[in-house]
C-alpha cells in the first residue's frame, strides 16, 4: 500500500497574477501537498531512525518556498506545475495532490481564497515528459559535450541530455513552449540548459544562425524542414553526431499524420539528406513508443562528422 505525506497550509509570500500591478506586489500563497510513495519507506525510516530512507519534508518545503519565492508567475496554474515537476526530479515520490491557492485574492465579493488543485503521477509525467525512445537507446554512441536540441518545444530531450551533463541549447519558434522548458529546467536545478526563440523557417533562401562546429550532439525529433541540413552539418564539431527522427511517408499513408506529406520522409531520403556523415545507424519501419502512445512509422538515424585530421 503507499504511504503518505501530508504537508498542510505551507504558505509564503509570492508575486502572482495576470497584470503587472497584480504581480509587483505580495502577496499570501498557501500550498497543501499529498505526496505518496511505495514500498516500505515509511516502516524502514521508522525502524532505522534515518530520515534519508522517508521523504524530508522539511526539504520539500524549502524547495516549494524557494519556487514560490524565487520569480513571478501570471497563473496559479504555472507556479503548480513547477512545483510538482520539481517533486519528481528531486524526491522520491510516486503521485502528488496540491492545492495551490491565493488566501486573499483581490477580488471583490470573495471570503476565501482562489485556487487550483491538481493530481500528477510520475508515470503520466514520464510517458509525457520522457525522452524520446531512440535517443535512450543511442546514448551511450553519444560523445560529451555541447548539444543542440532543434525544434525543442517542451524540451522532453533537452531536459534529458542537460541530466547527462551536456550543456544543452534547445531553440523553438515558440515562445510559450521554451517558457515552459526553462521553467522545467529552473525546477530542476538544471543550470546548463538555455533556450532561443528561432523560426528555422523564416529565410528559405538564407540558413538560420547556428554556429558552426560548435556542438558535440545535435538532436532533431519529429520536425522536418530540408533547407535546414546543411546548417545542421556545419554546426556539427569534426566527430559530433546528428541524432534524427521523423515521420516516414508510410506514417501519413496508415495513420493519416502529418496530415501534410512534404511533412515526411520518403524511403532513404534521410540518409541522402545527411550525406557527408558517417552512418553508424540507420532504420526505416514502425517503431512501438517512437511518438505518443501507439506506433509510428519512423526513419531514425545516428551519423557522425568525421575529423579529416583524426581516425576514420
Known amino acids: 500500500m503507499p504511504e503518505r505525506l501530508l504537508i498542510e497550509r505551507l ?74 515537476s520539481m517533486v519528481f526530479a528531486e524526491f522520491p515520490v510516486s503521485s502528488i495532490h496540491l492545492w495551490v491557492r491565493k488566501v486573499a485574492p483581490p477580488v471583490s465579493h470573495i471570503r476565501g481564497s482562489v485556487g487550483v488543485r491538481m493530481d500528477r503521477t510520475r508515470a ?42 551536456y550543456s544543452v541549447d534547445a531553440i523553438d519558434r515558440d515562445e510559450r513552449e521554451l517558457a515552459a522548458l526553462l521553467s522545467a529546467a529552473q525546477a530542476r536545478n538544471l543550470a546548463n540548459l538555455a533556450v532561443r526563440t528561432l523560426d528555422l523557417e523564416a529565410d528559405p533562401i538564407r540558413p538560420p544562425d547556428l554556429p558552426k562546429e560548435h556542438y558535440e550532439v545535435i538532436l532533431v525529433f519529429y520536425y522536418l524542414y530540408r533547407p535546414l541540413f ?4 556545419q554546426a556539427l564539431k569534426p566527430g559530433g553526431v546528428l541524432v534524427y527522427e521523423t515521420f516516414l511517408i508510410d506514417n501519413h499513408l496508415r495513420y493519416h499524420h502529418p496530415r501534410r506529406r512534404e511533412f515526411c520522409l520518403a524511403h532513404n531520403e534521410l540518409l541522402r539528406l545527411a550525406s557527408g556523415l ?35
Open 11 to 84: 504558505e509564503f509570500q509570492g508575486h502572482c497574477g495576470i497584470t503587472d500591478a497584480e504581480r509587483e506586489s505580495s502577496q499570501t500563497i498557501a500550498v497543501d501537498l499529498e505526496l505518496e510513495y511505495q514500498g516500505d519507506r515509511g516502516r524502514i525510516a521508522a525502524n532505522t531512525g534515518e530520515i534519508a530512507h522517508a521523504v524530508d519534508y522539511a526539504k520539500v518545503v524549502e524547495r516549494v518556498i524557494a519556487i514560490g519565492e524565487g520569480e513571478q508567475y501570471k497563473l496559479l496554474e504555472t507556479l503548480a506545475e513547477r512545483v510538482a
Open 124 to 165: 503520466s509525467t514520464m510517458t509525457e515528459g520522457g525522452p524520446a525512445k531512440f535517443l535512450l537507446e543511442m546514448i551511450p554512441y553519444l560523445p560529451r559535450g555541447n548539444a543542440l536540441d532543434v525544434a525543442a518545444g517542451r524540451g522532453r530531450n533537452a531536459l534529458y541530455l542537460a541530466e547527462q551533463g
Open 230 to 233: 546543411p546548417a545542421l552539418l
Open 278 to 312: 558517417r552512418v553508424l545507424h540507420y532504420d526505416e519501419g514502425e517503431h512501438e513508443g517512437a511518438h505518443g502512445s501507439g506506433p509510428a512509422f519512423t526513419a531514425r538515424l545516428l551519423a557522425r562528422r568525421e575529423d579529416p585530421h583524426g581516425p576514420s
